[in-house]
């Protein structure tokens, strides 16, 4: 068996979380393979709403296994809370979450050292998460990182107050002014928890998996324009966000993987800074805000909103090598009496379909105008023609069948295209 991967094609919060529930019944196994709580993946069903930050989003399915993968980053503290919110809905995650020994801790100084960080910039920072990110990958990469298997060790509180000094050195370094006492008890409760989930060596259990049959889904977090490679640099996060990251987030050599599910909104969001070319800083803007509920989920940060991307969608399907495309929201551009699209872009006089290396270099989108939509509220009929006649512009502009359309942010609203992906 291959594995599959589920990833975002733009700049994250694309509805990974909604997609994975639903595909979940297809898998056995459902891995998260980089990032960590600056991730928010929002299910609803049955009338609830949750919101996922560490876990993977097929939790709620009994009997699949959810594993948390070795590029993962843990903050024991969120996670705790997220096992804690989950227990309120009747979800005991003892019985199927397994945690990759190898994944990285995020300390509560990696949160006060991201925050520090983002303050000394000024207008210049990246409008992190402040979920400490940066700095545990940095740890992680700079080779002084704890990993979730170290609690295990005898020797780990004293590992622990070794590298939480080495950072109070650091933090010595900003005019930031911080309390680590309630976090740290925070952390250590979490710690407490942590030790009651499965540790496994998730590189050989998921080759293993594979090897016997089973399937498995890798959840990506963030999206392909805010990889550290490739992403609008700085303006990223601090992990690998593509498909590759499936192979160094879980173990698995590139041959393992199958289908790669690239989704993307039927518009642009981005939250924090950075650049973002089809931006709409206008009462647009503000109506796709509005209508989207375009509000982090982990942050609650109203996201940035503008019309959909092409040149950056196929650059994102490129570096990904994806399979299929699923699209969501364009329930939220119904009403709308047209809909821009950017098929390619202006910069210096001359037409390009690259985003320049020089973030200062000025780039003006140019836009194709099709008509827009009117979506009824009944999830069983059928899309209407407009809306066809936009995917159809975008399967052939992008080269890559649309298998999947969502209309809302239930389950239930979801309207699979393709005989392949039918509900098993
Ligand atoms: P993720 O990070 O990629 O999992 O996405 P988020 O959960 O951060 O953001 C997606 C938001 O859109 C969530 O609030 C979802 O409930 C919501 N959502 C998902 N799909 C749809 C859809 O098709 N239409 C609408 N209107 N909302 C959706
Ligand atoms: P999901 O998985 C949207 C953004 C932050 C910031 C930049 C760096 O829910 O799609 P970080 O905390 O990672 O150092 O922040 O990346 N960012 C996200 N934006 N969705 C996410 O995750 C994000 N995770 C990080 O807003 O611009
Ligand atoms: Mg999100």
């Given at each position: 068996?291959?594995?599959?991967?589920?990833?975002?094609?733009?700049?994250?919060?694309?509805?990974?979380?909604?997609?994975?529930?639903?595909?979940?019944?297809?898998?056995?196994?459902?891995?998260?393979?980089?990032?960590?709580?600056?991730?928010?993946?929002?299910?609803?069903?049955?009338?609830?709403?949750?919101?996922?930050?560490?876990?993977?989003?097929?939790?709620?399915?009994?009997?699949?296994?959810?594993?948390?993968?070795?590029?993962?980053?843990?903050?024991?503290?969120?996670?705790?809370?997220?096992?804690?919110?989950?227990?309120?809905?009747?979800?005991?995650?003892?019985?199927?979450?397994?945690?990759?020994?190898?994944?990285?801790?995020?300390?509560?100084?990696?949160?006060?050292?991201?925050?520090?960080?983002?303050?000394?910039?000024?207008?210049?920072?990246?409008?992190?998460?402040?979920?400490?990110?940066?700095?545990?990958?940095?740890?992680?990469?700079?080779r002084n990182g704890l990993r979730a298997g170290d609690i295990e060790s005898p020797?780990?509180?004293?590992?622990?107050?070794?590298?939480?000094?080495?950072?109070?050195?650091?933090?010595?370094?900003?005019?930031?002014?911080?309390?680590?006492?309630?976090?740290?008890?925070?952390?250590?409760?979490?710690?407490?928890?942590?030790?009651?989930?499965?540790?496994?060596?998730?590189?050989?259990?998921?080759?293993?998996?594979?090897?016997?049959?089973?399937?498995?889904?890798?959840?990506?977090?963030?999206?392909?324009?805010?990889?550290?490679?490739?992403?609008?640099?700085?303006?990223?996060?601090?992990?690998?966000?593509?498909?590759?990251?499936?192979?160094?987030?879980?173990?698995?050599?590139?041959?393992?993987?199958?289908?790669?599910?690239?989704?993307?909104?039927?518009?642009?969001?981005?939250?924090?800074?950075?650049?973002?070319?089809?931006?709409?800083?206008?009462?647009?803007?503000?109506?796709?805000?509005?209508?989207?509920?375009?509000?982090?989920?982990?942050?609650?940060?109203?996201?940035?909103?503008?019309?959909?991307?092409?040149?950056?969608?196929?650059?994102?399907?490129?570096?990904?090598?994806?399979?299929?495309?699923?699209?969501?929201?364009?329930?939220?551009?119904?009403?709308?009496?047209?809909?821009?699209?950017?098929?390619?872009?202006?910069?210096?006089?001359?037409?390009?379909?690259?985003?320049?290396?020089?973030?200062?270099?000025?780039?003006?989108?140019?836009?194709?105008?099709?008509?827009?939509?009117?979506?009824?509220?009944?999830?069983?009929?059928?899309?209407?023609?407009?809306?066809?006649?936009?995917?159809?512009?975008?399967?052939?502009?992008?080269?890559?069948?649309?298998?999947?359309?969502?209309?809302?942010?239930?389950?239930?609203?979801?309207?699979?295209?393709?005989?392949?992906?039918?509900?098993?």
């Open positions: 068996m291959k594995a599959d991967v589920l990833l975002g094609l733009q700049w994250g919060d694309e509805g990974k979380g909604k997609i994975v529930d639903v595909l979940t019944p297809r898998y056995d196994v459902i891995a998260r393979f980089q990032g960590g709580p600056n991730a928010g993946h929002t299910l609803e069903f049955d009338g609830i709403k949750h919101v996922l930050h560490t876990i993977p989003s097929g939790i709620f399915h009994p009997g699949k296994a959810n594993v948390i993968g070795n590029g993962v980053v843990i903050d024991p503290a969120v996670l705790k809370k997220e096992i804690d919110g989950l227990k309120e809905r009747g979800i005991d995650v003892r019985d199927n979450l397994y945690v990759s020994r190898k994944a990285h801790l995020i300390l509560p100084t990696h949160r006060l050292l991201d925050a520090a960080s983002e303050a000394s910039k000024g207008k210049e920072k990246i409008g992190s998460t402040l979920k400490g990110i940066g700095p545990a990958y940095m740890d992680k990469t700079g020797d780990f509180r004293q590992r622990y107050g070794n590298l939480v000094a080495k950072h109070r050195e650091m933090l010595n370094q900003f005019e930031y002014a911080y309390d680590l006492a309630p976090l740290e008890k925070e952390w250590l409760s979490g710690i407490e928890t942590l030790k009651g989930l499965k540790f496994i060596d998730s590189e050989y259990e998921i080759n293993q998996m594979l090897d016997e049959g089973r399937s498995v889904l890798a959840e990506g977090a963030q999206g392909a324009l805010l990889d550290i490679d490739f992403g609008s640099y700085p303006y990223v996060t601090s992990s690998n966000t593509i498909t590759a990251a499936t192979s160094s987030g879980l173990g698995l050599a590139p041959h393992r993987i199958g289908e790669v599910y690239g989704i993307f909104k039927a518009y642009c969001t981005r939250v924090g800074s950075g650049p973002f070319p089809t931006e709409l800083s206008d009462e647009t803007g503000d109506r796709l805000r509005k209508a989207g509920n375009e509000f982090g989920s982990t942050t609650g940060r109203p996201r940035r909103c503008g019309w959909l991307d092409l040149p950056a969608l196929r650059y994102a399907i490129m570096l990904n090598g994806v399979t299929r495309l699923i699209m969501m929201k364009p329930d939220v551009l119904s009403g709308f009496e047209s809909v821009l699209v950017c098929t390619h872009y202006m910069s210096g006089g001359r037409r390009t379909d690259r985003i320049p290396f020089d973030l200062g270099v000025p780039i003006d989108p140019v836009y194709e105008t099709l008509p827009g939509w009117n979506l009824e509220e009944d999830v069983t009929a059928p899309l209407p023609e407009m809306l066809e006649r936009y995917i159809a512009f975008l399967e052939k502009a992008l080269g890559k069948p649309i298998s999947i359309v969502s209309t809302g942010p239930d389950r239930r609203q979801t309207h699979i295209r393709d005989e392949a992906l039918m509900p098993v």
